[in-house]
């Protein structure tokens, strides 16, 4: 039997190879059929199975600082014009050629009778959604699982608590601070230091010295008087009011503390800004006169300096604890009213609504009060008034030249494509950088923006004008400089833009109904089912953080990436809405978290 079966195979094969060498072509091409089939085979065989993972994140309470990057040049000139941001009949001019003016000063006002009809309307309208969204959120429940929402409640108030704690601290670091800059200043203005002149305080005996030359130190003396006395009178009040509380203060009395104290610290910075413009103009009057050295005079100077290092850090301080401190108060009533929601019942979509048009109130009434400051011209810093360019009962508009200021506050001239340009404002903050002083970096305020552009190459530009806030003696005339200017700061439910997604005019979010564990870092974790699409709106971005300002709730888990394949290659998928949109335009933007 098994001679016969191998006698058929032996017979079998010879006329497979007898058949292959008379049709060689057709025996070429089943041989690589059949080992194409079996590599095939073999792959399915071997092949890992791919997964799908899943990498989130959780919606929280944050501030988003959005920013535009500028660049240009150093200004050689010190003069700027001064021209308002509306149009109207000019009602009032407060100013005359050669007079001093200082920063913040009104120069000259349009008639705003519009304007402030405008905003009383843009208020009204906020505070009848104010109570719309109270009357909605006060019956209103979110279908979030109750476990969830507790131990949002529970985090918040962990996290409130601390950031109480933070705050306090904070605030008596301030009051040293302040205790400080306040008695040495105090020294530095009126301590009897300059030689010959032992009957005299300071500030009394440098105006005296140069005021034979300079006509105008009685000005810078007399700002430096009052605002020390003003700032004295404050810090006095002020350092009683803390010293009557302790840790155990409420949270609201906290925040009105962290107010208040903001307040002082604004008043005392600047009695330090004018010491310091005092010692200044009579440090130049001395070179510019030729007048014997003062070895005290530069000691005084230098004072002046470090106490405004130490006022800016306050300042900066001072606001963070108030926001800090709200924006935990924000999260725990939102956590709150998740808990109450779930335990109640809800309608979602009603609640989403009442927050929106709130949001579109609140952004009413910030763009009516702009528009109602634009009436007003003002001074963006400190000199003197060169020439005045209309009268009272003149019509005048965003180009016209109200005034001409000439100051010794360095500023820097940017250039702003046209898309850029309608967003800038006067007034807004800047951060300055320098190409050849690599680490300096300044503060300063948007002065002026052109509000014709010029065109070139069929490209239109405008031109804007950045005032330092301090003056640095490395910084000179013609070089390069990057602006990064703050056009926006919005305080909400904040998540990675990798996490919001675009579909058509659309955006949306993923998440899961029941929370995902072990995805909140990479790899991430894979899940049975498909996460389901949400529908958000956005506010502002930082191209690496944007605002939820409805749609989703705080607490919610919310994929920000998404892989595929086997557990040594995966491909990320699903693009971010910024990708989608061909990216964000702009510099690079600033994130606070306070209290996500």
Not at 110 to 139: C, H, I, K, V
């Amino acid at each position: 039997m098994l001679t016969h079966l191998l006698g058929a195979v032996r017979a079998a094969w010879k006329s497979v190879r007898t058949y292959a060498a008379a049709h060689k072509i057709i025996a070429t091409i089943v041989a690589i059929v059949a080992l194409y089939g079996g590599y095939h085979y073999y792959d399915v065989l071997t092949t890992p199975p791919t997964e799908t993972r899943y990498v989130t994140t959780t919606a929280a309470t944050s501030t988003v600082i959005a920013t535009l990057t500028e660049t240009g040049q150093v200004s050689a000139s010190h003069q700027i014009t001064l021209s308002p941001q509306a149009s109207g009949q000019v009602v009032g001019i407060y100013v005359k050629p050669g007079d001093q003016v200082y920063a913040g000063q009104v120069v000259a006002e349009l008639d705003a009778t519009t304007a402030q009809q405008s905003l009383r309307s843009a208020e009204l309208s906020l505070q009848n959604a104010e109570l719309s969204y109270q009357q909605t959120t006060a019956t209103s429940t979110l279908a979030l699982n109750l476990i969830v929402a507790k131990n949002g409640v529970t985090n918040a108030t962990v996290a409130l608590q601390k950031a109480h704690d933070d705050a306090y601290a904070s605030i008596a670091s301030i009051y040293s601070d302040l205790s400080t800059v306040v008695t040495g200043l105090d020294s530095v203005l009126h301590d009897s230091n300059v030689a010959g002149r032992a009957n005299q305080q300071n500030i009394d005996a440098y105006a005296d010295l140069v005021s034979s030359h300079d006509n105008s130190i009685s000005i810078y003396k007399n700002s430096a008087a009052t605002s020390y006395t003003a700032a004295y009178d404050a810090y006095s009040a002020a350092i009683a009011a803390y010293k009557a509380t302790d840790n155990s203060i409420s949270n609201d009395d906290l925040i009105a503390l962290a107010q208040s104290t903001y307040a002082t610290v604004q008043t005392v910075a600047d009695a330090v800004r004018n010491s310091h413009d005092f010692f200044d103009r009579v440090t130049s009057d001395y070179s510019l006169y030729n007048l014997t050295a003062s070895p005290t005079l530069a000691t005084l100077l230098a004072s002046t300096n470090t106490y405004t290092a130490t006022i800016s850090t306050d300042l900066g301080n001072a606001l963070s604890d108030q926001s800090s401190l709200v924006s935990a108060e924000q999260a725990l009533a939102q956590a709150q009213n998740t808990l109450q929601s779930t335990e109640g019942g809800s309608n979602a979509l009603t609640v989403q609504s009442a927050a929106l048009s709130l949001q579109q109130a609140q952004n009413a009434v910030a763009n009516a009060q702009t528009t109602l400051a634009g009436y007003t011209v003002t001074a963006p810093f400190s000199g003197t008034i060169a020439a005045v360019g209309v009268q009272k009962y003149d019509q005048a508009g965003s180009g016209t030249a109200v005034a001409t200021l000439v100051t010794n506050q360095e500023t820097a001239n940017i250039s702003v494509n046209e898309v850029d340009a309608s967003k800038i404002k006067v007034g807004q903050k800047a951060m300055l950088s320098f190409d050849a002083l690599p680490g300096v970096t300044i503060a300063g305020t948007v002065a002026s923006i052109d509000s014709v552009g010029t065109v070139s190459q069929g490209v239109v530009s405008y031109s804007a004008v950045i005032g330092f806030d301090t003056a640095n003696a490395s910084v000179m005339p013609g070089m390069s400089v990057t602006a990064d200017i703050i056009i926006g700061t919005e305080t909400g439910l904040a998540l990675p833009t990798s996490a919001v997604k675009a579909s058509g005019a659309q955006s949306y979010v993923e998440v899961f109904d029941t929370p995902l564990a072990g995805s909140g870092t990479a790899p991430g974790a894979t899940s049975p089912t498909a996460p389901k699409r949400v529908t958000v709106t956005t506010g502002i971005t930082d191209n690496k953080n944007i605002i939820i300002t409805s749609g989703l709730t705080a607490g919610t888990q919310v994929v920000t990436q998404t892989t595929t394949g086997t557990a040594a290659a995966k491909t990320a998928a699903a693009p971010s809405i910024l990708n989608a949109a061909g990216g964000a335009r702009g510099g690079g933007g600033a994130f606070r978290a306070l209290g996500g």
